[in-house]
């Protein structure tokens, strides 16, 4: 599904209007919104999910490893994994391409040529959002 497709404003409507409805239930309209972004997400590029669901599920994890974490130093070392691991993930999809073909490039020049290629994907969407 895609922003500019005709069931876009009806699922949006829908879980607004959810969202809405169990304002004052927190948990519920958390679970409402976490479910129909996943959805949307699935519905758009259902391979992306995966990259959603993994990156989610790497700051979950590095979240819970830096609460139980007993020194500053183990502390940073886990924060500082997180953030190289996410932008990891957003080099790899925005930038791998790029890189790849320069230095495909730089190669063929010196005489080597080993055709070096990136799988060519389309960016997630919103993977510089949930990444930063």
């Not at 829908?14 to 409805?21: D, P, R």
């Not at 994890?61 to 932008?87: C, D, F, Q, Y």
């Not at 040529?113 to 969407?125: D, E, F, G, M």
């Amino acid at each position: 599904m895609e922003f500019v497709s005709l069931p876009f404003p009806y699922f949006f409507l829908v879980t607004v209007t959810f969202a809405w409805a169990l304002r004052k239930h927190r948990l519920a309209r958390n679970t409402v919104l976490v479910v129909a972004s996943l959805w949307f997400a699935w519905k758009w590029q259902p391979p992306f999910l995966v990259c959603l669901v993994g990156s989610s599920l790497w700051n979950f994890a590095a979240g819970e490893a830096i609460a139980r974490a007993e020194s500053e130093r183990r502390k940073n070392w886990i924060s500082g994994a997180a953030v190289v691991g996410n932008l990891g993930l957003l080099a790899y999809f925005k930038y791998a391409g790029f890189f790849l073909e320069n230095l495909d490039d730089l190669l063929s020049w010196l005489g080597l040529s080993l055709h070096l290629t990136v799988a060519q994907w389309i960016v997630p969407l919103g993977v510089s959002f949930y990444t930063f």
